[in-house]
């Protein structure tokens, strides 16, 4: 089984529509980028997914745009076809999320008590 670990700032998080079942949370991360003008910071985001109903639940009341998480899970491989051509895409299946920093009021993240949460 693929696993992955994911550290970032929460972007979005909201259930799938037409479900309660299903929560999408993007994390957002930097990271520095050498150029010929020089350095600069990019953006790099990740969707992850939960299916589990118990964990949705804990997410949805315990995490908010712009705080600081990390995310753990199984990454599942799958296959589709579009036509004649084969489409090879993964999942990113959350397992287990820690709450890392909630935001203060002027923006900036304060550190939170560590909240770890297994499915």
Known sequence: MYRFTAQGRIGRIDRVKGTDAIVRVSVAADRLVEGKDGQWTKTEWLSAISFDQALNEKMLVEL????SVTLEGRI????RQVGDVAIYDQSFVI????????PKANGKAKPAQAAETTA
């Open 95 to 102: 397992t287990r999320f820690q709450l890392l920093s909630k």
């Open 64 to 67: 908010d745009v712009g705080q």
């Open 76 to 79: 599942e491989p799958k296959k």
